[in-house]
């Protein structure tokens, strides 16, 4: 079996899942959850398997396929993964199998449930192994529509009514949307241009497409559109106040898979399509990009500070770890954005762990609402001990992959941007002091008896903990397991010396 088919088969577990769910009777329940979790760790395993079998000594794209589908205007389907993608693929599936265990007590509508989770995870694995331009946006596309059903049906009422986050959630992805369209429009066409003076037929291929040299104009105004395209996926500010609606509303898988993989496309297209296609209109906007992640860092942290439901905690918190994100882009050299794809990796790892942890305690109390809880580790031990290390992992506890990766980033962003560095540094004491508080008001403190009847996270419920648990400290305590692969695809994607050339390069002679 050759490893490309190994890739096509990872992408493709989850929908053969989806199709036998499909011939299950709705009552048969239990089976259903069964083929979705053999369906979403099949993905997992093959996942694995890709992570340990690429070859980081070569580097560059692996595992590749390419089909011809609409040869006219050169869509091919384009597959295959680096050291950029693969982690994000493995991120995807770690996401989508603990996901299943998450969601194991919903009793509604179950059928219909997990067959939009199985194309909702085959639709962001998509975005990350697709090495077709089109293919990237079509798979993008496929995320929106389950999400926004998910949302509408199994969603919260708490706070904002779920038909609000649904609406405002899917209004946000399709405006940005709308903006990768335009730009993608604009660079292929291009592309074409340039490929047919060449006598070559037109392509959607990344690789082709980072081949060619784009008027610095050019790449100013369709970087801008990329990033106010890709800005709203990752929580940008100032489009950045549909995430916390968006997870309050969300059901638990819904909040861990946008929280854990689906803002991460913002951040893989910026360095994917952004940087390494158009890297002097990275240059240009790379100002403006630092100036807003720091206040993504500072002001979301600084208002989950004054946060009284957990989902909207953890919601702001995702906004200023995103920051980070975005600012080690900013500072467009190899250390930072090595960071900021580990970033991405741990992040979503941290994210997911607790925004199951925030579901389970949910559905067992019926509450979010911070001031409501106390004392809960006394009746539930286990559900704490991974609540708490969510917590930890989220402030960058030396141990944890969040550690290594804030370090990477602040240590990059130093380099050519030092006061934003010390800025954004500041943002890990605001997250410190609402990780603590919440940690102390909802599992610590005398024991109330009005909890005393609530039973502890057990059997499949503890399969996230145990998960994701072990991976925030594999990839903590061993970090050159995940390091060596992004550098590997840092370096033989082309990155590396694109941001060696654009690092020279000065604004006005953009122009």
Not at 17 to 35: D, G, N, S, W, Y
Not at 271 to 293: E, H, Q
Not at 414 to 427: D, E, F, N, R, T
Not at 486 to 505: C, F, M, N, P, R
């Amino acid at each position: 079996m050759s490893n490309s088919f190994i890739l096509l088969m990872t992408l493709l577990a989850p929908v053969l899942a989806l199709f036998i769910i499909v011939f299950i009777p709705r009552e048969e329940t239990k089976m259903i959850k069964i083929v979705a979790a053999i369906g979403t760790f099949a993905a997992l395993a093959l996942s694995v398997f890709l992570f340990f079998a690429y070859d980081k000594s070569v580097g560059g794209l692996q595992f590749t396929m390419t089909i011809p589908w609409i040869r006219d205007i050169g869509v091919n389907l384009g597959l295959g993964v680096d050291g950029i993608s693969l982690p994000m693929l493995l991120l995807t599936n770690l996401i989508g199998f603990t996901a299943v265990y998450s969601s194991w007590n919903i009793d509604k509508r179950v059928k219909d449930f997990f067959v939009l989770l199985l194309i909702l995870i085959t639709g962001v694995m998509g975005t990350f192994i697709a090495t077709d331009l089109f293919i990237f946006f079509l798979c993008y596309e496929i995320v929106v529509i389950p999400i926004y059903i998910m949302v509408i049906i199994w969603g919260s009422t708490k706070r904002v009514s779920k038909e609000y986050a649904g609406m405002k959630l899917t209004i946000y992805l399709l405006i940005g949307s709308a903006f990768m369209l335009v730009a993608m429009v604009a660079l292929y066409l291009n592309a074409s241009h340039q490929l047919a003076v060449l006598g070559q037929g037109p392509t959607f291929m990344f690789a082709e497409l980072a081949q060619l040299q784009y008027d610095p104009s050019f790449q100013i105004i369709v970087f801008g559109l990329f990033l106010f395209g890709f800005g709203s996926l990752i929580s940008m500010f100032p489009f950045h106040s549909w995430s916390p609606d968006g997870y309050a509303g969300a059901p638990t898988a819904v909040s861990m898979i946008h929280a854990g993989v689906l803002k991460k496309i913002g951040g893989y297209g910026l360095i994917r399509l952004g940087v390494l296609v158009l890297p002097l209109g990275g240059r240009f906007w790379a100002p403006i990009i630092a100036v807003l992640a720091i206040i993504n860092i500072l002001y979301a942290a600084f208002i989950a500070m004054a946060q009284k439901d957990l989902k909207y905690v953890v919601g702001y918190s995702s906004v200023s770890h995103m920051g980070n994100v975005l600012l080690a882009i900013a500072a467009l050299n190899i250390t930072s954005i090595n960071g900021a794809v580990a970033m991405m990796f741990a992040h979503g790892v941290m994210a997911a762990l607790f925004f199951s942890m925030i579901g389970f305690i949910y559905e067992k109390t019926h509450t979010r609402n911070i001031g409501d809880l106390g004392g809960l580790a006394h009746q539930m031990p286990r559900l704490a001990t991974g609540f708490m290390i969510a917590g930890m992992a989220g402030l960058g506890l030396p141990g944890t992959v969040n550690f290594i990766a804030e370090f990477t980033i602040f240590n990059g962003v130093a380099k050519v941007m030092p006061v934003q560095a010390i800025l954004g540094i500041v943002g890990i004491i605001f997250t410190a002091v609402y990780t603590l508080r919440v940690i102390a008001n909802v599992l610590f403190g005398p024991r109330r008896a009005e909890w005393d009847h609530l039973k502890d996270i057990r059997g499949p419920e503890l399969v996230p903990v145990v998960v994701l648990v072990f991976v925030i400290f594999a990839t903590g305590i061993f970090p050159n397991t995940l390091f060596h692969l992004i550098d590997s695809g840092v370096y033989t994607s082309g990155l590396a010396k694109v941001l060696e050339t654009v690092g020279q390069a000065t604004i006005g002679g953009l122009f």
